[in-house]
């Protein structure tokens, strides 16, 4: 940022005096030029501080201010003790109507001070930008090698650029950061899908810059900052390597997570195999040791999202994880909590056994699907019985045709087969103690379910019979 008027009145050894436009000496001034023409303005480019010792003044004050200040330069410093004692009324009333800062300029302060005054807080800022960008651009470098680098690189960049930051992947979902526009923020998004790889505007008061992230065409994601002022050229720099680092982090992430996607099926198949020890060798190297025996082994399935979420918690755990067709496998010694998935765990097991802890995890998994529960275990679904282990769809429909010609006849009101039935095989098949329950003869009952042999053409001495018959029954029921 270039020094200011204020900065150069503010300075004792040059001794300059405000004369007129008080209120506008927070105007920067790039550069120092010096003329005595009456009309200065084709040698200058805008914002500049015009010295000067009046040599013009006759040819008419009020236009040449007028001159000045339609040219958009900074200021005029008037010289004094030369060409007039005193900076001439007519110049400051001019400079006052229009708002141009006019500072005396005393005898014994040479304009070349000024310029060098100038040209030294130019150069010092330069400086200390270039400096701010190295430091920077350091800082940016040393988050992005740690753990959690993307999140450590977002944070450093937003308060070195005192904006806020934010990296999105693909589809616009955070990775890393915050944005109070956010909203706003992914709808300018496909406007980078297939142009160019960065882009710059105005939103809520706030210059916005983003810049894809990826190499060639592929975009991995996209690095966002925004803040109240412009990005200067050492901010652009620092955003640059911000994203740099950001695409070298994305694409070898990219590269080894899917190594060690293929590394972790692959120890999963020796684990199944009971290749323990290897694995156990291997494992500790990498991550850690495996969980202790008896374990777990728990198959997860759901959004990816959810699935990446309990990796990462397993991340912090001794467990084994690895990937198991569309689902999570992983292999633990304490139970986890896995929102937003369904779950299936299996009974305890020594790894020995995992693959057959394997197994009832799988059964677990889909009666926790079929049933749409969080959680089924193993061993509850062996306590709930067989029934827990049968699709409901086409359990209903089994249940439905088996029994149809019982209901259609019951719904004629000429018997109760239906309870009859379900009475005699819960007294497994005893004439006396059925009929009892049901408060009729058992010559009655036993009518009864000679209709039912018939209507079914069933023969209910039958084992089997008697077996489809209740599992029908507890279907319906």
Same mark, same amino acid.
């Given at each position: 940022?270039?020094?200011?008027?204020?900065?150069?009145?503010?300075?004792?050894?040059?001794?300059?005096?405000?004369?007129?436009?008080?209120?506008?000496?927070?105007?920067?001034?790039?550069?120092?030029?010096?003329?005595?023409?009456?009309?200065?303005?084709?040698?200058?480019?805008?914002?500049?501080?015009?010295?000067?010792?009046?040599?013009?003044?006759?040819?008419?004050?009020?236009?040449?201010?007028?001159?000045?200040?339609?040219?958009?330069?900074?200021?005029?410093?008037?010289?004094?003790?030369?060409?007039?004692?005193?900076?001439?009324?007519?110049?400051?009333?001019?400079?006052?109507?229009?708002?141009?800062?006019? =500072?005396?300029?005393?005898?014994?302060?040479?304009?070349?001070?000024?310029?060098?005054?100038?040209?030294?807080?130019?150069?010092?800022?330069?400086?200390?930008?270039?400096?701010?960008?190295?430091?920077?651009?350091?800082?940016?470098?040393?988050?992005?090698?740690?753990?959690?680098?993307?999140?450590?690189?977002?944070q450093q960049l937003g308060r070195r650029l005192d904006a806020w930051a934010v990296v999105l992947d693909?589809?616009?979902?955070?990775?890393?950061?915050?944005?109070?526009?956010?909203?706003?923020?992914?709808?300018?998004?496909?406007?980078?899908?297939?142009?160019?790889?960065?882009?710059?505007?105005?939103?809520?008061?706030?210059? =916005?810059?983003?810049?894809?992230?990826?190499?060639?065409?592929?975009?991995?994601?996209?690095?966002?900052?925004?803040?109240?002022?412009?990005?200067?050229?050492?901010?652009?720099?620092?955003?640059?390597?911000?994203?740099?680092?950001?695409?070298?982090?994305?694409?070898?992430?990219?590269?080894?997570?899917?190594?060690?996607?293929?590394?972790?099926?692959?120890?999963?198949?020796?684990?199944?195999?009971?290749?323990?020890?290897?694995?156990?060798? =291997?494992?500790?190297?990498?991550?850690?040791?495996?969980?202790?025996?008896?374990?777990?082994?728990?198959?997860?399935?759901?959004?990816?999202?959810?699935?990446?979420?309990?990796?990462?918690?397993?991340?912090?755990?001794?467990?084994?994880?690895?990937?198991?067709?569309?689902?999570?496998?992983?292999?633990?010694?304490t139970e986890p909590e896995l929102p937003g998935l369904h779950v299936g765990v299996s009974d305890p097991?020594?790894?020995?056994?995992?693959?057959?802890?394997?197994?009832?995890?799988?059964?677990?998994?889909?009666?926790?699907?079929?049933?749409?529960?969080?959680?089924?275990?193993?061993?509850?679904?062996?306590?709930?019985?067989?029934?827990?282990?049968?699709?409901?769809?086409?359990?209903?429909?089994?249940?439905?045709?088996?029994l149809a010609p019982l209901v259609e006849h019951d719904a004629t009101g000429r018997g109760e087969l239906?309870?009859?039935?379900?009475?005699?095989?819960?007294?497994?098949?005893?004439?006396?103690?059925?009929?009892?329950?049901?408060?009729?003869?058992?010559?009655?009952?036993?009518?009864?379910?000679?209709?039912?042999?018939?209507?079914?053409?069933?023969?209910?001495?039958?084992?089997?019979?008697?077996?489809?018959?209740?599992?029908?029954?507890?279907?319906?029921?």
């Amino acid at each position: 940022m270039n020094p200011t008027l204020a900065a150069l009145v503010d300075r004792p050894e040059l001794g300059l005096i405000v004369r007129a436009g008080a209120e506008h000496l927070d105007r920067p001034v790039p550069w120092v030029h010096t003329s005595e023409l009456a009309d200065p303005t084709a040698f200058l480019e805008g914002g500049e501080l015009l010295l000067t010792t009046g040599l013009w003044v006759r040819s008419g004050a009020a236009a040449y201010i007028e001159r000045l200040h339609a040219a958009g330069v900074a200021g005029l410093g008037f010289g004094t003790g030369l060409t007039y004692a005193a900076v001439p009324a007519t110049v400051v009333k001019a400079a006052a109507a229009v708002g141009l800062p006019l =500072i005396e300029v005393p005898r014994q302060v040479p304009f070349i001070a000024i310029s060098k005054a100038v040209a030294k807080a130019v150069a010092a800022e330069e400086y200390a930008a270039v400096t701010r960008a190295y430091q920077a651009q350091r800082a940016l470098t040393s988050a992005a090698v740690r753990p959690n680098g993307v999140r450590g690189l977002t944070q450093q960049l937003g308060r070195r650029l005192d904006a806020w930051a934010v990296v999105l992947d693909p589809r616009g979902q955070v990775q890393a950061g915050e944005s109070p526009v956010l909203s706003q923020l992914r709808k300018e998004l496909p406007r980078l899908t297939a142009g160019p790889a960065s882009l710059t505007f105005e939103l809520d008061g706030a210059e =916005i810059a983003v810049q894809t992230l990826g190499v060639g065409a592929r975009i991995r994601g996209y690095l966002a900052v925004g803040r109240g002022s412009r990005l200067t050229r050492a901010d652009q720099q620092v955003l640059t390597t911000a994203a740099s680092l950001l695409t070298v982090s994305f694409e070898r992430s990219q590269v080894v997570e899917a190594a060690t996607h293929r590394l972790r099926g692959g120890l999963l198949r020796l684990l199944l195999a009971g290749e323990t020890e290897l694995v156990a060798e =291997i494992a500790a190297d990498l991550w850690g040791a495996l969980p202790a025996a008896p374990v777990r082994v728990v198959l997860a399935s759901g959004p990816s999202r959810h699935r990446q979420a309990a990796v990462d918690r397993a991340e912090d755990t001794d467990a084994f994880h690895a990937p198991y067709g569309d689902s999570l496998l992983l292999v633990v010694g304490t139970e986890p909590e896995l929102p937003g998935l369904h779950v299936g765990v299996s009974d305890p097991a020594e790894y020995g056994g995992l693959d057959r802890a394997l197994r009832q995890a799988q059964r677990a998994l889909a009666a926790a699907q079929r049933a749409d529960l969080p959680v089924v275990r193993f061993a509850e679904l062996a306590d709930d019985g067989v029934l827990t282990l049968v699709d409901p769809e086409v359990a209903g429909v089994f249940a439905d045709r088996l029994l149809a010609p019982l209901v259609e006849h019951d719904a004629t009101g000429r018997g109760e087969l239906i309870a009859s039935l379900r009475a005699w095989l819960a007294h497994n098949g005893q004439w006396d103690p059925a009929a009892a329950a049901l408060g009729v003869h058992r010559h009655t009952l036993r009518h009864r379910l000679a209709k039912v042999g018939q209507l079914l053409g069933r023969d209910l001495d039958s084992a089997d019979t008697r077996a489809e018959l209740w599992l029908a029954l507890r279907l319906k029921d």
